[in-house]
Each structure stands twice: as C-alpha cells, then as structure tokens.
C-alpha cells in the first residue's frame, strides 16, 4: 500500500518512474524514478500508527549502505555514466484507520 501511495505522490510531483522494486546482489530499491536530471533511488518505509517508531527511524546504516550499493549497480547495469543519482526516503504514515496520515519526501537520504 505504502509504496503505491509513495510512486503516484511522486508522480504528482513531477517525477517519473522508471522501474518498481528493481533488485540486485547487493539489495533492492522500491522504486526508481527521474526527476529532471537526477535518478533517484527511493526507499519506501510504511508503518500503521507509531507504536513502533517512525518510518524515518526503521532505516539502519545496513540499509543504507544496501541502498548506495544497489544505486551504483543499477548505474552500472544501465550504462548511465556520468548521471546524477539521489537516495530518497519516502516515509507513509496509515492511521490504524486506514487513512493516510502523511507521506513526507526525505531527499538525498544518504549523500557522499
């Protein structure tokens, strides 16, 4: 549910997606997008209500460095030499309603 409401959020901002849960060796992004010159990796962290923290809090260095590693392959594997690349963290917060309490764009999640 989280990563469908992150890709048409994104959309609506101007991105374009480019691939959906694109896997590697080294790991996995949820989504791949451009956004004018950039590719941008994204990781979509959801959670339902806060009882376990926030979606911004369940992302360890492990998975970022999974994240940094799966961007470069992914460049690698596409020929996209010279191209810029971003790690984006889209959080999704569900209500234990159902309802959509918010989705926040956290952007370059990981820089260097």
């Keep these: 549910v989280g990563e469908g409401l992150a890709r048409r ?40 209500g806060t009882g376990v923290g926030s979606p911004e809090e369940s992302i360890t ?5 999974k994240m940094t590693a799966t961007a470069q392959e992914y460049v690698q594997a596409h020929e996209s030499e010279g191209v810029i690349g971003a790690l984006t963290l889209v959080a999704v917060e569900i209500g234990h309603d159902g309802r959509l309490r918010r989705i926040d764009i956290v952007e370059n999640a990981v820089e260097g």
């Excluded at 080294?26 to 956004?35: C, I, K, M, R, Y």
């Excluded at 260095?61 to 460095?65: A, F, I």
């Design 9 to 48: 959020h994104l959309e609506s901002l101007g991105y374009n997606t480019l691939a959906v849960n694109v896997r590697f060796a080294s790991g996995e992004s949820d989504l791949v997008a451009e956004h004018g010159e950039t590719i941008v990796f994204v990781e979509v962290r959801t959670r339902r």
């Design 61 to 65: 260095p492990r998975k970022l460095s």
